[in-house]
């Protein structure tokens, strides 16, 4: 019986670091704090890696392999993209390896979105006014309520 129980443990153990894998001995890769600005302030920034903020502000990215770019947005502002550049200094036996980005603070300037153009109604032609059919003679009586003295009137 004491076989057994022993045989039991031993297998759980041994089931247990078969699970242990060799990414927890891994470092974290490392991150780039990168300070994002605006002018006008307040707009919605969002890098290309997927982190974002409301400018001013500072987010922290993994140290990409390439190059990113950051979106700007603001309403009534037209939208904005920067390319961001990633540096990578391999470091030597007194200093650390370093990632730095190119700009950094990451400043887009907008520009105000042009106002919409009026909607025009279509023009409608005006309709033309019907034509005398025969000239009235000059020594015709005015027309009965007219507001005007005949020119005319006393003259004969």
Same mark, same amino acid.
């Given at each position: !019986? &004491? &076989?057994?129980? $022993? ?12 699970? !242990? ?39 922290? /990215? ?12 603001? =309403? @009534? ?11 990578? %200094? #391999?470091? *030597? ?5 370093? /990632?730095?980005?190119?700009? %950094? ?13 009026? /909607? &025009?109604?279509?023009? &409608?032609?005006? @309709? #033309?006014?019907? $034509? ?7 020594? $015709?009586? #005015? ?6 003295? *005949? =020119? ?5």
């Amino acid at each position: !019986m &004491r &076989r057994v129980i $022993a045989i039991a443990l031993a297998g759980a153990s041994l089931g247990g670091c078969s699970s !242990m894998s060799w990414d927890m001995f891994k470092s974290a890769p490392p991150t780039v704090q990168v300070q994002l600005e605006s002018n006008p302030p307040g707009a919605d920034a969002t890098t290309s890696l997927g982190q974002g903020c409301k400018t001013p502000c500072s987010v922290s /990215v993994p140290a990409p392999d390439a190059p990113f770019t950051v979106a700007f947005a603001l =309403p @009534k502002y037209q939208p904005a993209s920067v390319p961001v550049n990633v540096i990578k %200094n #391999p470091g *030597d036996f007194t200093t650390p390896a370093s /990632v730095t980005t190119d700009p %950094n603070p990451v400043l887009a300037e907008l520009q105000p979105a042009a106002p919409p153009k009026p /909607v &025009r109604k279509p023009h &409608r032609p005006k @309709k #033309p006014k019907p $034509a005398a059919t025969a000239a009235a003679p000059a020594d $015709a009586a #005015p027309a009965a309520g007219s507001p005007f003295p *005949d =020119p005319n009137a006393g003259k004969r």
